[in-house]
């Protein structure tokens, strides 16, 4: 069955049943937070020789999300003739 | 070009939530704890900045002024982090928020005051007269004193408000006149690249002395009343 399997041996048909079985309490989603959390910190920050791509990374991924949340405003600057 | 000039400063809201709440928050994912004597790089070189900035600051206190050590360090951290933060393209900065200055500066003015007025009454109200003033001018010396204690919290706070939003603006503007000369008069536009890259540098370093003076005067008003 689709129960319990990772996502990339999940098969395409089985996709709906297995997300409909994830967690989604409160705290389910909190420990998906915490689980994704502790995977980056753990792959480039936590390691012997950590460089400042850990944190670069990190800070990327927050520019984006603040472009995307302003792209509404930020469109309007673009250089086009008619907007 | 007035409406988009201050729309940076718009408080985030998305479909109505309060995104505010997680850019606020966003700072503390950078400051990661660690048990361990020897950690990894990045929490190492935070602990050693955090100890240097708390022998600096904390070293002229006594021991009861001492147990504000951690108020003053996440003060700092945030502040530091927040302005830093703010820097990044696109990117929301709490502190050019007055509601946040004042929230931040208000009840830490407040708290050192009066500790200082239940633990040592008659030397805080002292501190109302400075020593050596002739007789007459006593009582509008008092007026003036009490008039400069109470403008503390509010000069705190205003005066991180309005550098980061003054730096920011001037970003924003300078950014802006360097775009539209590229096509005008493309010696122009380089000088003011110029000026940009130094004024960037600049707003580097303001972020992180606004923060140590922020930290820096709420440290004075506590060493005035412990």
Known sequence: ?83 | MNENLFTSFITPVILGLPLVTLIVLFPSLLFPTSNRLVSNRFVTLQQWMLQLVSKQMMSIHNSKGQTWTLMLMSLILFIGSTNLLGLLPHSFTPTTQLSMNLGMAIPLWAGAVITGLRNKTKASLAHFLPQGTPTPLIPMLVIIETISLFIQPMALAVRLTANITAGHLLIHLIGGATLALMSISTTTALITFTILILLTILEFAVAMIQAYVFTLLVSLYLHDNT
């Not at chain 1, 069955?1 to 089985?14: C, Y």
């Not at chain 1, 389910?28 to 791509?53: D, E, L, T």
């Open chain 1, 1 to 83: 069955a689709a129960s319990e399997k990772k996502l990339l041996e999940v098969k395409l048909g089985e996709l709906p049943s297995w997300i409909l079985m994830r967690d989604f309490t409160p705290s389910g989603i909190a420990g998906a937070f915490q689980r994704g959390y502790y995977r980056y910190y753990n792959k480039y920050v936590n390691v012997k020789k950590g460089s400042i791509a850990g944190l670069s990374m990190v800070l990327a991924a927050y520019v984006f999300l603040n472009y995307c949340r302003s792209y509404k405003e930020l469109k309007h600057e673009r250089l086009r003739k008619y907007h």
